[in-house]
């Protein structure tokens, strides 16, 4: 063997030596570009999932608050039967910016989270707020009307449902809407904290 095959033996070694330097370099970027990718989706995600669960905890909590069976009337209200009625229904429409923001992110939940069980928890938040106006819509027509008797079993068992709609006292016996505004936000807890720890999201199984 000669020096020149020598040194092109060396050369060659040095070139694969290269070339394995420069995949390896490849790889390991398109590694590390990878799980920037994943810790910014992660981090898109978190900051998702704490948005939509606060704004669930404050509308829950504000339905609540709306819901309460205690009243207080003014002195020159108190011949008025539909006050009561129609207090709460402006104090729903004074709510309205929370169940904005709650819509605004349901919509951004949808696109990052991508589960189903998140936007009918939710859905069930706004259900509740739509029962109750429409409770309060119903019983104020009827004060107002100067309705004191029903006309029939039915006509009764229709509005002690709106007024139980409208009454939140949060017992699975006499109040069925509360108790699903309940699980819905035990749902999102469940759901939405892995992803606010970074842990990744978590599917309720499928029953």
């Not at 002690?160 to 749902?187: C, F, V, W």
Request: aromatic share 10%.
């Amino acid at each position: 063997m000669t020096s020149a095959d020598i040194f092109e033996g060396i050369a060659s070694i040095s070139q694969l030596s290269m070339a394995i330097a420069v995949a390896f370099g490849v790889y390991v970027a398109w590694r590390q570009l990878h799980s920037w990718r994943d810790e910014l989706l992660l981090r898109k995600q978190a900051d998702v999932a704490e948005e939509l669960l606060a704004s669930a905890l404050t509308v829950s909590d504000e339905l609540k608050s709306l819901r309460s069976p205690f009243d207080s009337i003014p002195k020159d209200e108190v011949g008025n039967k539909g006050f009561l009625y129609r207090q709460r229904y402006e104090r729903f429409i004074d709510k309205a910016e929370i169940f904005v923001r709650l819509r605004s992110a349901q919509v951004r939940a949808e696109a990052l989270l991508d589960i189903k069980e998140i936007s009918q928890a939710v859905d069930t938040l706004f259900k509740v707020r739509q029962r109750c106006l429409i409770a309060l819509d119903m019983l104020f027509d009827r004060a107002e009307r100067g309705e004191s008797s029903y006309e029939d079993d039915d006509d009764r068992k229709l509005y002690m449902k709106l007024r139980n709609d409208m009454y939140g006292i949060y017992t699975e016996k006499y109040d069925p809407l509360g108790m699903e505004q309940l699980e819905a936000i035990s749902q999102l807890r469940q759901l939405l904290k892995p992803a606010i720890q970074y842990q990744g999201l978590k599917k309720i199984a499928e029953k």
